[in-house]
């Protein structure tokens, strides 16, 4: 057999033995690891064309080979000691957990390799990788197959707890202010709901000793076994329940101030309270100022407070009684002194008293000492007038007496009758002549008396001539008649001479609508005749009564011898001085706008049924009490005036309880129903305004009539607003006094939220504050994934957070956020936060190249799903930078060394670098120095 020697050099080292084999190739011979010595390396050896190739750091050197197979080539080497590194350290995630993990990288050693662990207590371990470990140190020791260790290499699992604990706020307490103190002490808060998946080192709040009136917020923070922390909130809400106590200077009972219906009077009232307060305010019933005189009466003082928290005192009433003791003064129109009227026994005297007080007075009333009416005549003599009146409050003034006297200073007219031109009687140079006198006066008179010129007695016969009569006469107040003088001529053949009584003026009677009157007439004639006949104008006897008026008597005689007398006329006028009867007008209770049409009326001596006129007004248009003068005027211009109340309710409206109510945007208001009127016809009028008077809209119209109906709030602004309701009653035609309430409509506050929000684990969350459109809106949130690191519910702005996802895909957690503003709750809002998985790599191991030789993929693991991978630091070896790959790449390695690093990512989110080394070695280089030679099979032989 032929055998072929080949020496081959490897960087130096030459103990290469050749031995002889059959039908093996080259590729064999060094795989198969013949060797009768070692080396450092084994270098691979490739066919080319019937070529062995052999790589060396400087040159490749073709070495021919015989066409012949069998040859076998045996390195020998020498082995290197296995050197470990540490990969990756998976620490343990709590004090006694058993979840850390340790990977190594083993470089150098020969063929099969084993694993020597030692760690805490007895732990040991043959794996490479190893898991499922407690916290403490690790140490490994490689043994490769030649039985080489490596040195001993020590490592630590240590603790790393990410994880924040979770901490739920006792509930929200609610307490009164402690007696006689603005504050609450010693309030029991309630323990908090607290877990950690290491165990809770400690929980503690700040919570005050005392806690003042109104919202405080305690925090509570729970501290785990690593520091990781977590905080909570709880509302403690203090309510001032104790209500100030107000105290006034007494009731009061006073006299009223000289010359004023009422009196100044100092009041006053403190308030004391738990908590602060100011001065009570006073509201007078009569709504006047507090300082301002109180009038005649009974006026009550409503004292009220609210102290600085809110809290209304009990009011309290303080009466103030002005008692009026001062007595009206009356005046009258001085004492008179008067003349008679003309063709009067009196005189029509005006009269007349006023009162002053310090209250209201009405005008006095006057009594006759003759008991008539004031307005009636006053009989000649003296009269006395005693006036009277009493005030508004029923104080008597002194009574005033008045003196009216009269004095008759009008004469007594004697009416005689006639100068007479009479004939003689037969016979006679004279006559018989019938004389006759009257006389009247305004007052009492008798007759006249005459004396004749020729000295004879009246009744004498008169001598044919001329005789005058001179008569005379005095009335019953002395009062003497300008004398009268009569002539008589006697003429023969005279007719008879009637004389009457003369023509009367007289009153009529008093409560008729005539006067009985006494008339009469006589006749004279030179020769004997009769008494005359009277014709009445009216056609009734001469005894019936006289009609007011003028009536005339014609009177006729006819003497014995037929001579007829001339017919004489007699006048009787009646005059009717006598007003209509005053009545008693009863009041009237009546409506605004409607006219009175109803007038009253008396009766007269003459007109029997009289209507009352007034120029006062007959229709009204607001409330109150009026009079009417109604004066009743008879047909001869007599009148009497009479007053009658006029009395028109007042409609009334109550203050509704819906006064001072608060309600949300859209709530439905319930209908309001207004009371306190008892009237017919009764309805209401009602508008609002805001409380500065401009125009509003809270859902309804802004006026209306009748009950304000059903209607749902509105309030479209960014503030509360308070409507200004004004009611004004109506009954009987008549508007009342209005009454105001209100009304406030807060908003509903809108939330304006942040975009869906996405990041990665192990970042800080920070959440925008959250805006609303209404001032002093407050925030409630609730978190539908407690495992992102953000607590399940809070208040206000959302705290910055780590964010953790501890799973190999995205976590979703949807917040919802609820704006509340002065209890009106708005709609919800929701947004989400994803948190993205960390990406991590595991580092590959170590790898060595051949300078040419073209590397495989070399897969790499890590998570989560979809992950990818930038590689850098390769470029020296041949392994440019790569981005985004899902492995390392197949490349042509370049000698050299390099330190490649992985950057794992994915979702956006970029991992923790890894690294690992890469050693690629040069090309040997293989000469074969001697010549060929011939083996024999089996024999041994020395190349060099």
Not at 146 to 157: D, K
Not at 419 to 442: E, H, M, P, Q
Not at 854 to 859: F, H, I, T, V
Request: charged share 15%; with cysteine; aromatic share 6%.
């Amino acid at each position: 057999m032929k055998a072929i020697f080949v020496l081959i050099t490897f960087f130096g080292f030459t103990n290469f033995i050749l031995s002889e084999t059959t039908n093996l190739n080259l590729r064999e011979i060094v795989q198969k690891k013949i060797f009768s010595e070692k080396v450092e390396e084994a270098i691979p050896v490739v066919e080319i064309n019937s070529k062995a190739v052999i790589i060396s750091r400087s040159k490749i050197s073709p070495i021919p080979l015989p066409a012949v197979s069998g040859i076998k080539m045996s390195p020998t080497t020498k082995a290197a000691q296995p050197i470990v590194t540490f990969g990756e350290i998976t620490p343990a995630t709590c004090e006694g957990n058993n979840d850390g993990a340790i990977a190594i990288n083993v470089t150098g050693g020969t063929g099969d390799l084993k694993y020597e662990w030692t760690g805490p207590g007895t732990f040991s371990s043959t794996e490479k990788n190893i898991s499922n470990l407690l916290p403490g140190s690790y140490t490994i020791i490689v043994i490769d197959a030649e039985g080489i260790s490596s040195s001993p290499e020590t490592t630590s699992i240590t603790i790393e707890d990410k994880q924040h604990p979770t901490i739920t706020a006792p509930a929200t307490v609610t307490v009164n202010t402690n007696n006689n103190t603005c504050k609450a002490s010693g309030v029991t808060l309630g323990t908090p709901t607290t877990n950690d998946n290491c165990g809770i080192k400690n929980t503690t709040n700040d919570a005050p000793a005392d806690f003042p009136v109104g919202s405080t917020t305690v925090t509570w923070t729970v501290t785990d076994n690593s520091d990781n922390t977590a905080t909570a909130t709880q509302i403690v809400t203090v309510t001032d329940n104790e209500k100030p106590v107000i105290t006034h200077n007494g009731d009061q009972n006073v006299n009223s101030d000289a010359g004023t219906c009422s009196a100044a009077v100092t009041v006053s009232a403190t308030a004391t309270d738990n908590c602060s307060v100011g001065d009570p305010s006073g509201t007078r019933s009569d709504g006047l100022a507090l300082n301002a005189a109180y009038s005649v009466g009974s006026t009550t003082i409503t004292w009220s407070v609210t102290d600085a928290k809110g809290v209304d005192a009990t009011p309290v009433t303080q009466t103030i009684v002005v008692t009026d003791n001062e007595k009206p003064v009356i005046t009258h129109n001085g004492d008179l002194n008067v003349n008679s009227d003309a063709g009067t026994c009196g005189a029509v005297v005006s009269v007349s008293a006023t009162a002053t007080d310090n209250c209201s007075v009405g005008n006095p009333s006057g009594t006759r000492s003759d008991g008539l009416a004031l307005n009636a005549a006053y009989p000649v003599g003296s009269t006395t007038i005693t006036w009277n009146i009493t005030d508004s409050n029923g104080v008597d003034a002194t009574p005033v007496t008045q003196t009216i006297v009269v004095t008759d200073n009008e004469k007594p007219v004697i009416t005689h009758n006639g100068d007479l031109n009479v004939n003689s009687d037969a016979g006679t140079c004279g006559a018989v002549v019938t004389v006759s006198a009257t006389a009247t006066d305004n007052c009492s008179v008798g007759n006249p008396s005459g004396t004749r010129s020729d000295g004879l007695a009246l009744t004498a016969a008169y001598p044919v001539g001329s005789t005058t009569i001179s008569w005379n006469v005095t009335d019953i107040n002395g009062v003497d008649a300008t004398p009268v003088t009569q002539t008589i001529v006697v003429t023969d053949n005279e007719k008879p001479v009637i004389t009457h009584n003369g023509d009367l003026n007289v009153n009529s009677d008093a409560g008729t609508c005539g006067a009985v009157v006494t008339v009469s007439a006589t006749a004279t004639d030179n020769c004997s005749v009769g008494n005359p006949s009277g014709t009445r104008s009216d056609g009734l006897a001469l005894n019936a009564a006289y009609p007011v008026g003028s009536t005339t008597i014609t009177w006729n005689v006819t003497d014995i011898n037929g001579v007829e007398a001339t017919p004489v006329t007699q006048t009787i006028v009646v005059t009717d001085n006598e007003a209509p009867i005053k009545p008693t007008i009863p009041d009237l209770t009546w409506s605004c706008g409607k006219e009175i049409t109803d007038f009253p009326t008396t009766t007269d001596n003459c007109d029997g049924t009289i209507t009352g006129t007034t120029s006062d007004p007959l229709e009204f248009d607001s409330f109150g009490t009026y009079t009417i003068t109604w004066t009743f005027t008879d047909s001869s211009n007599n009148s009497v005036t009479a007053e009658q109340k006029v009395i028109i309710p007042e409609p009334t409206v109550d203050v509704p309880s819906i006064n001072g109510n608060s309600y949300c945007h859209l709530e439905q208001i319930d209908a309001i129903d207004f009371s306190g009127n008892d009237l017919d016809n009764k309805n209401y009028e009602w508008f609002y305004k805001d409380i500065n008077g401009n125009n509003l809209d809270i859902g309804i119209s802004a006026s209306g009539t009748g009950n304000i109906p059903q209607f749902q709030a509105k309030n479209i602004t960014n503030k509360s607003v308070t409507a200004n309701f004004t009611v004004i009653p109506i009954g009987n035609d008549c508007k009342g006094t209005p009454v105001n309430f209100t009304i406030t409509i807060d908003p509903i506050p809108s939330l304006t939220i942040p975009q869906n929000i996405v990041v990665c684990a192990g970042e800080d969350v920070n959440i925008p504050v959250f805006v609303s459109n209404v001032e002093g809106t407050e925030f409630t949130w609730e978190n539908s994934n407690a495992n992102i690191g953000l607590a399940t519910t809070g208040q206000g702005t959302i705290p910055v957070f780590k964010a953790i996802n501890e799973s190999n895909s995205p976590i979703t957690a949807t917040i919802t956020t609820t704006p509340m503003a002065s209890g009106c709750e708005g709609n919800s809002e929701t947004f989400t936060i994803t948190i993205n998985p960390f990406p991590k790599v595991t580092a590959p191991a170590d790898q060595i190249y051949c300078n040419g030789v073209s590397a495989p993929p070399l897969p790499l693991e890590g998570f989560p799903t979809g992950l990818k991978y930038d590689i850098t630091g390769g470029a020296a070896i041949g392994l440019s930078n790569k981005t985004s790959v899902t492995e390392i790449p197949t490349f042509t390695p370049l000698t050299g060394n390099a330190t490649i690093t992985i950057t794992p990512k994915a979702n956006g989110c970029t991992g923790t670098p890894v690294t690992y080394n890469v050693t690629v070695n040069p090309t040997p280089n293989v000469s074969v120095s001697p010549a060929s030679q011939a083996i024999c099979s089996g024999g041994l032989q020395t190349l060099i």
